[in-house]
């Protein structure tokens, strides 16, 4: 019986003890998965000030390059690729110099162009567009008062002056080679019948010239006319007056 009691209490202490070390278990358990969570939000929340690298690459979701940063030649370049592998942006920041290179899409199944836009708030400002067949330069008041283009086409060259008021006289200045005209002043408003040009014929001599858009009108100086009896062109003096009719129609000139 003295036997049976005793290892009751042997039991009951042995029990307690266990009772003991599993609660410290549980406080140390507790203690490091706080401190681990600390340091897993810690970790999440940091921002670093510097990522340091010698390439950055940017890819799609099909694995294809669309994008590069990284030191080439020891300088530093951002490449900018379509889907079709054609690079489309290059930035390229030189010791002595810094070029910004836009390729004009060569596959795309419309008609492409590269552009450099300027923007004030959501207002275009200035334009720069380069296409197969067309290069634009736009420039824009920031009053909107008014708007300048510089356009190089495959047939002429134009510069172009345009106010912001319907009735305001628009200037457009055009060379081309194709023509007698080379250099053209629109001084009427764009509603206007008629056109006033300051022209240069071959061989480089001037030419004023008043008409509306039938064809009638004057021209004082250089103009071209077809010979009574060959029918063949000819110019006449620097000191002639032209008045023609209706669809450009001869009416008189002189000197004859």
């Known amino acids: 019986m003295a036997n049976d009691v005793h290892?009751?209490?042997?039991f009951s202490a042995r029990l307690r003890k266990l009772e003991k070390e599993n609660m410290w278990i549980k406080r140390g358990g507790i203690g490091?998965?706080?401190?681990?969570?600390?340091?897993?939000?810690?970790?999440?929340?940091?921002?670093?000030?510097?990522?340091?690298?010698?390439?950055?690459?940017?890819?799609?979701?099909?694995g294809r390059t669309r994008a590069e940063l990284a030191m080439l030649s020891g300088e530093p370049t951002l490449d900018l690729y379509a889907a079709s592998g054609e690079p489309r942006v290059e930035l390229v920041g030189g010791p002595e110099e810094a070029s910004l290179n836009l390729h004009i899409p060569v596959t795309a199944s419309h008609l492409s162009t590269a552009s450099i836009n300027l923007f004030e708030?959501?207002?275009?400002?200035?334009?720069?567009?380069a296409g197969p067949s067309t290069t634009t330069l736009d420039l824009r008041s920031p009053a909107g008062s008014g708007t300048a283009m510089l356009s190089v086409k495959p047939e002429a060259a134009v510069m172009d002056l345009i106010p912001a008021g319907p009735e305001s006289p628009q200037i457009s200045l055009q060379t081309d080679s194709a023509r007698a005209?080379?250099?053209?002043?629109?001084?009427?408003?764009?509603?206007?019948?008629?056109?006033?040009?300051?022209c240069?014929?071959?061989?480089?001599?001037?030419?004023?010239k008043i008409a509306d858009k039938k064809g009638q009108g004057a021209v004082l100086g250089v103009a071209r006319l077809a010979d009574r009896r060959s029918g063949k062109q000819r110019e006449t003096?620097?000191?002639?007056?032209?008045?023609?009719?209706?669809?450009?129609?001869?009416?008189?000139s002189t000197p004859q």
């Open 200 to 208: 240069v014929d071959s061989p480089g001599l001037p030419a004023f």
């Open 181 to 198: 005209c080379t250099v053209e002043s629109l001084t009427n408003s764009r509603s206007s019948p008629a056109t006033a040009s300051m």
């Open 7 to 10: 290892e009751t209490e042997l």
């Open 32 to 62: 490091v998965a706080v401190v681990f969570a600390l340091i897993l939000l810690l970790t999440r929340s940091r921002s670093f000030d510097t990522v340091s690298s010698r390439e950055f690459v940017l890819t799609d979701s099909s």
């Open 121 to 129: 708030g959501s207002a275009l400002m200035a334009s720069f567009n």
């Open 237 to 252: 003096s620097p000191a002639s007056l032209v008045l023609r009719g209706e669809g450009g129609k001869l009416l008189w």
